[in-house]
C-alpha cells in the first residue's frame, strides 16, 4: 500500500516522460512499493495531481528544527512523510524526541553518521546530500554533482561518502566522494536499484539491490562489485553492520517482512529475525549491538528495536514518526 506519492524514482522509473507514469518491469510490482519512500516534492505531488500550495504550506509549517541533545548516542530518524529528521536518544523503552533537522532537508530518504558525528542526508526532492556538524541544524556543506534522486548513503572510517543515484530502473549506481570533495571521484555500477548500502571494518562496501534481490560487495579502494549470492533475500532495502563484522539485510517485500544475518564469508544467514517487522525499510546499529529497524509500510511508521542476537523485539515506538525510511545512530559501530 503506497502511503506516501512517490516522484519517479528509479522505483516507477518515471525518467524522462512527460506523460505520466511509466510502470515497472514485468515480474517487479512489488517494487511499487518502494513508491512511499521516494519522495513528497512538490515536482512529485504536482505530478500526481496533489496540491503544491498545500504541500509547501506543511513543508513551511515545520519550523526551523530543534538543537540535538549533547549527551548520549542519539538515534536519527530520517521521517519522509514529515520532510524532517528527527532525533531520539538510542536508549529506552519509549524515548522521546530530543531535537529535529528541516533546513535544507527536502524528501529525507535516508541518513548516515561518521565518526566525528556529522550528518548526512540524502534528499530524494531535490537530489542533493546536506551535511550537518555535530549539533548543528543548518548544513555546512550541499553536495548535488551527478547526484540523482539518491536513496542510499553511508560513510566509511575516511570519511568518504558512497550514494545511490540513478532514476531508472535497471540503470543505478554508486557514487564515491572522497572527504572534503564536491564531486564524486567514481561511479559504480551498474545496479538493478541500489537502496541500502553499509560499511565493514575495512571500509568494505555492501549494496542492497532491490530489483535483482542481491548483495554486492565492493572493497575499499575498488570498483567491482562481487555479487555474494546471499540466499533468502526479497526486495532487499536496507543493509548495517554490527560490531561483531555480521551483515544484516532488511527485506520489505510484502509478506516476507524479514531482517536476515550473514557472517562474512557464509550465504546461507545464520539468523532471521521476523516478530516486530512491518515494512522494515531501513536499519542501522549502536555500538553495543542494539539492533533497530525502521518499519514503513504501517501507518504512521515505527522503531524496532532488538538486543544483540535478539529475534524478537525488546521495544517498539513511534512518538511523532510518520514514515522512516533511514536510520542513523551516532556515535556509530566501532569495530
Request: aromatic residues 8%; contains cysteine.
Given at each position: 500500500?503506497?502511503?506516501?506519492?512517490?516522484?519517479?524514482?528509479?522505483?516507477?522509473?518515471?525518467?524522462?516522460?512527460?506523460?505520466?507514469?511509466?510502470?515497472?518491469?514485468?515480474?517487479?510490482?512489488?517494487?511499487?512499493?518502494?513508491?512511499?519512500?521516494?519522495?513528497?516534492?512538490?515536482?512529485?505531488?504536482?505530478?500526481?495531481?496533489?496540491?503544491?500550495?498545500?504541500?509547501?504550506?506543511?513543508?513551511?509549517?515545520?519550523?526551523?528544527?530543534?538543537?540535538?541533545?549533547?549527551?548520549?548516542?542519539?538515534?536519527?530518524?530520517?521521517?519522509?512523510?514529515?520532510?524532517?529528521?528527527?532525533?531520539?536518544?538510542?536508549?529506552?523503552?519509549?524515548?522521546?524526541?530530543?531535537?529535529?533537522?528541516?533546513?535544507?532537508?527536502?524528501?529525507?530518504?535516508?541518513?548516515?553518521?561518521?565518526?566525528?558525528?556529522?550528518?548526512?542526508?540524502?534528499?530524494?526532492?531535490?537530489?542533493?546530500?546536506?551535511?550537518?556538524?555535530?549539533?548543528?541544524?543548518?548544513?555546512?556543506?550541499?553536495?548535488?554533482?551527478?547526484?540523482?534522486?539518491?536513496?542510499?548513503?553511508?560513510?566509511?572510517?575516511?570519511?568518504?561518502?558512497?550514494?545511490?543515484?540513478?532514476?531508472?530502473?535497471?540503470?543505478?549506481?554508486?557514487?564515491?566522494?572522497?572527504?572534503?570533495?564536491?564531486?564524486?571521484?567514481?561511479?559504480?555500477?551498474?545496479?538493478?536499484?541500489?537502496?541500502?548500502?553499509?560499511?565493514?571494518?575495512?571500509?568494505?562496501?555492501?549494496?542492497?539491490?532491490?530489483?535483482?534481490?542481491?548483495?554486492?560487495?565492493?572493497?575499499?579502494?575498488?570498483?567491482?562489485?562481487?555479487?555474494?549470492?546471499?540466499?533468502?533475500?526479497?526486495?532487499?532495502t536496507g543493509a548495517a553492520v554490527d560490531p561483531a563484522g555480521d551483515l544484516y539485510v532488511s527485506d520489505e517485500a510484502v509478506g516476507h517482512f524479514a531482517v536476515n544475518a550473514f557472517h562474512p564469508g557464509k550465504a546461507s544467514p545464520f539468523l532471521t529475525i521476523t516478530s516486530g517487522l512491518d515494512?522494515?525499510?531501513?536499519?542501522?546499529?549502536?555500538?553495543?549491538?542494539?539492533?533497530?529497524?525502521?518499519?514503513?509500510?504501517?501507518?504512521?511508521?515505527?522503531?524496532?528495536?532488538?538486543?544483540?542476537?535478539?529475534?524478537?523485539?525488546?521495544?517498539?515506538?513511534?512518538?511523532?514518526?510518520?514514515?522512516?525510511?533511514?536510520?542513523?545512530?551516532?556515535?556509530?559501530?566501532?569495530?
Amino acid at each position: 500500500m503506497l502511503r506516501s506519492v512517490v516522484l519517479l524514482t528509479s522505483a516507477l522509473a518515471i525518467a524522462g516522460c512527460s506523460g505520466g507514469v511509466q510502470q515497472t518491469p514485468s515480474g517487479s510490482s512489488s517494487l511499487q512499493a518502494h513508491a512511499r519512500h521516494f519522495v513528497e516534492s512538490v515536482r512529485a505531488v504536482e505530478r500526481f495531481g496533489i496540491d503544491p500550495e498545500a504541500y509547501a504550506a506543511r513543508m513551511a509549517a515545520r519550523g526551523p528544527g530543534l538543537a540535538p541533545a549533547a549527551k548520549g548516542a542519539t538515534l536519527f530518524v530520517s521521517d519522509l512523510d514529515a520532510g524532517l529528521i528527527r532525533l531520539y536518544p538510542a536508549k529506552g523503552k519509549s524515548p522521546q524526541q530530543s531535537g529535529s533537522i528541516t533546513d535544507g532537508v527536502n524528501a529525507p530518504i535516508n541518513v548516515a553518521a561518521d565518526a566525528s558525528g556529522t550528518l548526512y542526508v540524502a534528499n530524494n526532492g531535490n537530489s542533493t546530500v546536506t551535511e550537518y556538524p555535530l549539533g548543528a541544524t543548518s548544513p555546512s556543506v550541499t553536495l548535488s554533482t551527478s547526484i540523482v534522486y539518491p536513496n542510499g548513503i553511508a560513510v566509511d572510517s575516511k570519511d568518504t561518502l558512497y550514494v545511490t543515484s540513478g532514476s531508472t530502473v535497471g540503470d543505478t549506481y554508486v557514487l564515491v566522494f572522497p572527504k572534503g570533495a564536491t564531486s564524486p571521484s567514481a561511479q559504480i555500477g551498474n545496479f538493478g536499484l541500489a537502496i541500502g548500502l553499509a560499511v565493514d571494518k575495512n571500509d568494505d562496501l555492501f549494496v542492497c539491490d532491490a530489483h535483482d534481490d542481491d548483495v554486492y560487495e565492493i572493497k575499499s579502494g575498488t570498483s567491482k562489485a562481487v555479487n555474494l549470492g546471499l540466499s533468502g533475500l526479497e526486495d532487499p532495502t536496507g543493509a548495517a553492520v554490527d560490531p561483531a563484522g555480521d551483515l544484516y539485510v532488511s527485506d520489505e517485500a510484502v509478506g516476507h517482512f524479514a531482517v536476515n544475518a550473514f557472517h562474512p564469508g557464509k550465504a546461507s544467514p545464520f539468523l532471521t529475525i521476523t516478530s516486530g517487522l512491518d515494512g522494515p525499510y531501513d536499519l542501522a546499529f549502536d555500538a553495543k549491538s542494539t539492533l533497530f529497524v525502521g518499519n514503513s509500510e504501517i501507518d504512521p511508521g515505527n522503531v524496532t528495536e532488538y538486543a544483540k542476537g535478539k529475534t524478537t523485539p525488546s521495544t517498539s515506538f513511534t512518538n511523532g514518526i510518520e514514515n522512516p525510511a533511514g536510520l542513523a545512530v551516532y556515535p556509530p559501530v566501532k569495530f
